[in-house]
């Protein structure tokens, strides 16, 4: 199976953030492929869905707010979940789905030294 395979269980027990980070950096090197850029870039994004207050509580502190499946399609569009389930080696629907679950988390780790980095 894909590199997803394991993110459950490094949000549920890796405390260290070497595993998160490299997850989260084969994700926004997809999202940069598609003209997304950098974390700002993906702020953007989801704020433009309607999803502002979502993505502010993610990288924020404070509790995440919780997003669907159907929310990261919507904002993502497409294409962009289409190269992300390639890239981890899932179908779109379990890239939305799993996106859903940990994209909060991934998001509080790339900006837990500050606000959006690049």
Request: avoid cysteine; proline fraction near 5%; charge should be negative.
């Amino acid at each position: 199976m894909g590199l997803f395979d394991g993110v459950s269980k490094l949000f549920g027990g890796d405390s260290s953030g070497g595993d998160t980070g490299a997850v989260a950096g084969q994700l926004m090197g997809v999202l940069q492929q598609h003209g997304i850029g950098d974390v700002s870039g993906l702020v953007s994004q989801f704020e433009q869905s309607g999803l502002g207050a979502h993505v502010a509580s993610w990288v924020g502190d404070g509790q995440n707010l919780p997003i669907s499946a159907d929310q990261i399609q919507s904002a993502l569009g497409s294409p962009v979940v289409a190269s992300i389930a390639a890239k981890f080696g899932v179908d779109p629907a379990t890239a939305t789905q799993l996106l859903s679950q940990h994209l909060p988390a991934i998001m509080s780790h790339l900006s837990q030294n500050g606000p959006a980095p690049d």
